[in-house]
């Protein structure tokens, strides 16, 4: 049986040493309890969709912002381009780095 390889992290975040919670994007102190000891963590960036805004139009593509509940427990928004279907509630996705060094946004695709 042929071995099944997964990408490499893609979603950097922090979690908490001192309540293990996580927190998306760099932050000075933890939101639960306020340490400042928090650690450098890399996910592969599964997930659900949890909010949906309205899509829009830009340069002629249609992009819909969403917020995403990644598995490991905290939430980033992201903008959803090039899903198939409908883009719904609950749908499995997986998050992107974005290619531009300069934009902070994720982008969705779907996923496991």
């Known amino acids: 049986m042929p071995a099944t390889t997964v990408d490499p992290p893609t979603v950097p975040y922090q979690r908490c040493r001192w309540c293990r919670t996580p927190h998306a994007g760099p932050r000075l102190l933890c939101t639960t309890c306020g340490s ?21 139009r830009r340069h002629g593509r249609p992009k819909q912002r969403c917020l995403v509940a990644v598995d490991e427990g905290f939430v980033v928004a992201a903008t959803a381009t090039g899903l198939p279907g409908a883009i719904q509630l609950g749908l499995r996705v997986r998050l992107e780095a974005p290619a531009d060094e300069l934009r902070r946004d994720f982008v969705v695709r779907a996923g496991a």
């Open 36 to 56: 400042t000891d928090l650690d450098d963590e890399l996910s592969p960036g599964f997930g659900r969709i949890v909010r949906l805004t309205e899509a829009s």
